[in-house]
């Protein structure tokens, strides 16, 4: 689609996600919509990924992304990236930096996926959890 600014509709995105705007959301997704969380778990449908980021938001009232890099090449968009309030210990969550990349197709975001460059803190959480 021509006049599509790919990184201008995924820092929209991020701002719906910081202002708990899971309606808002909703309507920068396509139908299709997949999420992928940075343990590689799938999740599929706009409305599917509506209802969940609203569970989110209610679970987590104070999670923020706070972008520190952006890099676009063609529809993809990449975030460098920390986050605040998350289900992240905050002493793990101070540590943690995460990749976001937004798949834009046709003017909507078509995947979201997290990938996190810690594999211990990965590790941390898999244990405490186990505890």
């Not at 309507?27 to 449908?45: H, K, N, S």
């Not at 529809?75 to 798949?103: C, N, Q, Y």
């Amino acid at each position: 689609m021509e006049g599509v600014n790919s990184e201008e509709i995924a820092l929209e995105f991020v701002e719906k996600i910081n202002d708990q705007d899971a309606d808002g959301l909703s309507r920068l997704m396509t139908e299709d919509f997949v999420f992928v969380d940075y343990e590689g778990e799938v999740f599929a449908g706009r409305e599917v990924m509506r209802d969940g980021f609203a569970e989110y938001f209610s679970n987590f009232p104070e999670y923020k992304i706070h972008v520190e890099r952006v890099c676009v090449s063609g529809r993809d968009v990449a975030f460098i990236a920390k986050t605040t309030g998350s289900h992240v210990p905050p002493e793990l969550e101070k540590d943690e930096i995460l990749v976001f990349i937004a798949m834009i197709e046709g003017g909507l975001v078509a995947e979201w996926r997290i990938y996190t460059d810690l594999e211990d803190v990965k590790e941390r959480l898999r244990r405490r959890d186990a505890d």
